[in-house]
């Protein structure tokens, strides 16, 4: 009798090697997709990175990329030199009335002339007197520190209301708004030892009055002295 061949059952689904090559394109893919992902750049960090490349070379001796506070205090203080001179001292002076309360009693404005101090009689005299209140000392000073890092001419006015005064010493207003600008202007020199050379003392009485003479609240405001920084320097 012949011996019957048995016959070798095929094997059911997919062959082995595709099991091996499903695994091997899965791995691929979760690599590429990592790849992606690492890829993403944070948005503001990549912001600050390239900030902090703006206007410098890769020379330059800057450990991190990102700009330090003292960088950033360094590129304030380089844009504040670059300002006007006359816009930096009216910085100065303003920072000063607000960080000591003395808005009510001096101004600061910017003129084209240069700028203009005006300080109330009340803040640096007494009532028909000359000589400097130690009210008016601290600002003073602070005038004369910043003058000192300049050579701008200044001059100084001395302004009174319309009521006539008559002593022994002032006749008349005329002297006595004088004698004032002369006394701020000792002061500021006494004080920071600046050349007497930059300064003019202007006494105008009571002939350029800020508002009408026409009640006390107005002598008042016409009873001031004026320090005027001019925008050129002294010769």
């Known amino acids: ?3 019957r061949e048995i016959k070798k059952k095929k094997p ?4 082995g090697w595709m099991v091996t090559y499903s695994d091997m394109v899965t791995l691929i893919l979760v690599f590429f997709i990592l790849l992606f992902a690492m890829s993403q750049v944070d948005l503001e960090k990549f912001k600050a990175v390239s900030q902090s490349f703006q206007g410098r070379t890769i020379l330059d001796n800057h450990t991190s990329a990102v700009p330090l506070e003292n960088d950033h205090e360094k590129e304030k203080a380089s844009e504040a030199e670059k300002r006007d001179p006359m816009d930096r001292l009216m910085i100065e002076v303003e920072q000063f009335l607000e960080e000591n309360g003395l808005n009510d009693v001096v101004s600061a404005n910017r003129t084209k002339e240069g700028v203009a101090l005006v300080l109330q009689e009340n803040f640096l005299f007494e009532s028909g007197k000359a000589n400097v209140l130690a009210s008016g000392k601290p600002f003073l000073n602070k005038i004369g520190s910043l003058l000192k890092k300049m050579d701008n001419h200044v001059e100084v006015q001395g302004h009174t209301d319309d009521r006539p005064i008559d002593n022994y010493r002032f006749p008349s207003n005329w002297e006595l708004s004088a004698a004032r600008a002369s006394s701020v202007i000792r002061y500021l020199i006494e004080q920071e030892h600046l050349n007497p050379k930059r300064f003019t003392a202007i006494g105008y009485a009571d002939t350029m ?5 026409d009640s006390a609240e107005n002598w008042r405001k016409n009873r001031r002295v004026e320090i005027v920084i001019l925008k ?3 010769t």
């Open 209 to 213: 009055p800020k508002v009408p003479n």
């Open 1 to 3: 009798m012949k011996r």
């Open 232 to 234: 050129k320097a002294s």
């Open 12 to 15: 059911n689904g997919a062959p």
